[in-house]
């Protein structure tokens, strides 16, 4: 079995103030730009934060009394050409599919869910997988699915939250920014990446650009590859 992890790619649809949620944008069809761009990054996967995901999955709570006791298993339910990957700690998305369009569903859990949600997705037929007892390790969550699915490269879809996080844990390989011709200015919406409040140790992650794309008149599409090891080194 590999275990190394797969090349990730977070794609984004930004402004040029870096906020993402484009309320008040202006555009007619603003899941194009988005869109159009992801279907052209050959990936595996695309993976989302629970924010986001919730915008796909199921709007109803379903009832989770249950008295069996799960085990904290990894659950395959099946192999698919292509995955949704929600990154859901505490298991707060429902499903009444297993399905986004063609992907088939992994949730990303920790152990802390209870009984009843394992129960849920199992009926369900939805794969998890566990990435730690109380909060997740990014690292180990990647290798197990290549491990468990194959999955070679995936595709970070955002939000910020989750798109920080990968950030922060130094596992993104490559940025596509859609920079859009918008300057939102709204103080408190997140933006492309959210990783740390203030200040700490850690140091910006330095990119270098791979390519770049004036594409729908007034947009750019940025794609840039991630400098491992890039203090003064510019
Ligand atoms: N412009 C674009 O290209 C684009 C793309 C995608 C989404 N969006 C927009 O972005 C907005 C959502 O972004 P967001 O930043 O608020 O949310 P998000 O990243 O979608 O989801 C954040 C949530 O994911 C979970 N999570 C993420 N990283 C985690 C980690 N390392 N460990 C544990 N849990 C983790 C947490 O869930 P819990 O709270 O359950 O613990 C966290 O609150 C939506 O409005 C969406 O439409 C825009």
Not at 6 to 13: E, F, G, K, N
Not at 122 to 134: L, P
Not at 203 to 227: E, G, H, N, P
């Amino acid at each position: 079995m590999d275990s190394s992890k797969p090349y990730v790619i977070c794609h984004m649809l930004g402004s040029v103030d870096g906020r993402i949620k484009q309320d008040i944008w202006g555009f007619k069809d603003h899941h194009k730009y988005f869109e159009e761009t992801a279907e052209k990054i050959a990936a595996d996967a695309w993976l989302v934060g629970r924010v986001t995901m919730q915008e796909f999955s199921s709007p109803t709570t379903p009832d989770l009394n249950n008295t069996v006791i799960v085990s904290r298993e990894d659950f395959v339910a099946l192999k698919s050409a292509t995955y949704a990957v929600v990154i859901d700690p505490s298991g707060k998305c429902f499903w009444d599919t297993n399905m986004v369009s063609t992907e088939h569903v992994i949730e990303v859990l920790t152990e802390s869910v209870s009984d009843g949600y394992l129960e849920h997705l199992r009926n369900n037929k939805v794969s998890y997988i566990f990435g730690g007892k109380d909060s997740l390790n990014l690292e180990l969550v990647l290798r197990k699915l290549r491990q468990l699915f194959d999955i070679q490269t995936v595709r970070i879809d955002g939000g910020g939250h989750v798109n920080g996080s990968f950030l922060k844990a130094n596992l993104i390989d490559e940025f596509s920014l859609v920079l859009a011709p918008v300057a939102d200015g709204t103080i408190g919406t997140p933006t492309v990446f959210e990783a740390e409040e203030g200040y700490g140790n850690r140091m910006a992650t330095q990119f270098k650009i791979k390519s770049v794309d004036r594409i729908y008149d007034d947009f750019l599409w940025i794609r840039y590859l991630v400098v491992r090891d890039s203090v003064n080194s510019r």
